[in-house]
């Protein structure tokens, strides 16, 4: 069973730091893209930066230049550094992965979500 686990969130005032991370966890083959995902209430799940094996990168336009996304491929970890926070960060992030296993002679990829984690920036 694979799971992805996120930790780092939490309440900050406005122009303050965060860091989120997410670790896989399990039996898999390698991790392809990840990425992070955010809700606000009453609001649909919009990406906020992805990032792939590689190291490639892509941000929401709303957060490029404050936030930057990494990972550790040793550590089947993907980060998200989030600087400059606005009250319009609020909401609950959720990491995302592409996760490759072997099943019996054939590779497979699966999309995996993490829980959510909360974030709430203050004013």
């Known amino acids: 069973q694979v799971q992805l686990v996120e930790s780092g969130g939490g309440l900050v005032q406005a122009g303050g730091s965060l860091r989120l991370s997410c670790a896989a966890s399990g039996s898999f083959f390698s991790i392809n893209a990840m990425g992070w995902y955010r809700q606000a209430p009453g609001k649909q799940r919009e990406l906020v930066a992805g990032?792939?094996?590689?190291?490639?990168?892509n941000y929401a336009d709303s957060v490029k230049g404050r936030f930057t996304i990494s990972r550790d491929n040793a550590k089947n970890t993907v980060y998200l550094h989030m600087n400059t926070l606005k009250p319009e960060d609020t909401a609950v992030y959720y990491c995302?992965?592409?996760?490759?296993?072997?099943?019996?002679?054939?590779?497979?990829?699966?999309?995996?979500w993490g829980q959510g984690t909360q974030v709430t920036v203050s004013s």
């Open positions: 995302n992965a592409a996760v490759v296993s072997l099943s019996g002679t054939y590779y497979r990829q699966i999309e995996l």
């Open positions: 990032i792939t094996r590689g190291g490639s990168t």
